[in-house]
């Protein structure tokens, strides 16, 4: 089991080569169809998804309880989808969502601004003029979600396994080379310790939607860090009443044995 996140510049083939990859390796594809059907499950409508799919929101939006449930439940789906099984991430911040995996292959797919603005021209039937405001617009809404939400230089190639030029590279070469990467970079025993933090991972986030959503727990910026079975709890309260309730939330969560607070209490 390996997770393979595909970072990409507006018309750099992105979504060409992930299809290619994905029928060269039999992996699942989890791109912006597949998560906006998952994320809407879980009651994020097209409004709520729109204001944060790969761009900064605006003043208001940034403000708002939908940005920490959209992150949240973006978190929840990844870590679902990758302890199911191979899958390929197309955008969304996959690479940073799964840092410090052991089985992850993060690629960055990029092309010079000219190529760029050809494909694009092509793609949209517009003018040169049109093409590379398109492209623009497209890099600064993918820098701007990476950096607010993740804190992230999007640009930044080490932060990346890989980054390939598509400028002379097809999809089924482009695949070709990053299955190649992953074949050599995750091996066996890289695949099982993923799968076993990827559990740890889903877990923290099943308990934050137990204390939170399911119970309404007071509890801000709360996240759970779980090692096996035994969960961390961090965040700010604002009694002690709140961080019990967190506790006896978190410990009927199923694959919990053992809870400890490292909330604040701050009046």
Same mark, same amino acid.
């Given at each position: 089991?390996?997770?393979? =996140?595909?970072?990409?510049?507006?018309?750099?083939?992105? @979504? @060409?080569?992930?299809?290619?990859?994905?029928?060269? =390796?039999?992996?699942?594809?989890? /791109?912006?169809?597949?998560?906006?059907?998952?994320?809407?499950?879980?009651?994020?409508?097209?409004?709520?998804?729109?204001?944060?799919?790969?761009?900064?929101?605006?003043?208001?939006?940034?403000?708002?309880?939908?940005?920490?449930?959209?992150?949240?439940?973006?978190? =929840?789906?990844?870590? @679902? @989808?990758?302890?199911?099984?191979?899958?390929?991430?197309?955008?969304?911040?996959?690479?940073?969502? !799964?840092?410090?995996?052991?089985?992850?292959? &993060?690629?960055?797919?990029?092309?010079?601004?000219?190529?760029?603005?050809?494909?694009?021209? *092509?793609?949209?039937?517009?003018?040169?003029?049109?093409?590379?405001?398109?492209?623009?617009?497209?890099?600064?809404?993918?820098?701007?979600?990476?950096?607010?939400?993740?804190?992230?230089?999007?640009?930044?190639?080490?932060?990346?396994?890989? $980054?390939?030029?598509? $400028?002379?590279?097809?999809?089924?070469?482009?695949? !070709?080379?990053?299955?190649?990467?992953?074949?050599?970079?995750?091996?066996?025993?890289?695949?099982?310790?993923?799968? $076993?933090?990827?559990?740890?991972?889903?877990?923290?986030?099943?308990?934050? =939607?137990?204390?939170?959503? *399911?119970?309404?727990?007071?509890?801000?910026?709360?996240?759970?860090?779980?090692?096996?079975?035994?969960?961390?709890?961090?965040?700010?309260?604002? $009694?002690?009443?709140?961080? /019990? &309730?967190?506790?006896? *939330?978190?410990?009927?969560?199923?694959?919990?044995?053992?809870?400890?607070? *490292?909330?604040?209490?701050?009046?």
């Amino acid at each position: 089991m390996a997770v393979i =996140t595909i970072a990409r510049e507006l018309s750099s083939l992105g @979504e @060409e080569i992930a299809v290619e990859l994905v029928s060269q =390796t039999g992996y699942k594809l989890v /791109d912006k169809d597949f998560l906006e059907k998952r994320l809407g499950e879980f009651g994020l409508g097209p409004e709520k998804r729109q204001k944060y799919d790969e761009k900064k929101p605006g003043f208001w939006a940034s403000l708002s309880q939908e940005r920490d449930d959209y992150l949240h439940y973006l978190k =929840t789906v990844l870590y @679902e @989808e990758a302890l199911g099984g191979e899958c390929i991430v197309i955008g969304r911040g996959g690479s940073v969502i !799964f840092k410090g995996l052991p089985n992850l292959l &993060s690629v960055k797919l990029v092309a010079p601004v000219a190529a760029r603005v050809q494909r694009t021209m *092509a793609q949209y039937g517009v003018d040169e003029r049109h093409a590379l405001q398109i492209v623009e617009q497209s890099d600064h809404d993918r820098a701007g979600f990476q950096k607010y939400f993740f804190a992230m230089d999007w640009n930044d190639p080490r932060e990346y396994d890989l $980054t390939l030029n598509t $400028t002379r590279l097809d999809a089924k070469a482009a695949a !070709f080379a990053i299955d190649g990467a992953r074949k050599l970079l995750v091996d066996r025993a890289k695949e099982e310790a993923g799968r $076993t933090r990827v559990a740890e991972l889903l877990l923290g986030q099943r308990v934050v =939607t137990e204390i939170v959503y *399911a119970r309404r727990v007071p509890v801000h910026f709360l996240e759970a860090n779980a090692t096996g079975g035994r969960v961390v709890l961090h965040g700010v309260a604002n $009694t002690q009443a709140a961080i /019990d &309730s967190a506790l006896a *939330a978190a410990r009927s969560v199923p694959g919990v044995s053992e809870v400890e607070s *490292a909330i604040q209490v701050v009046q």
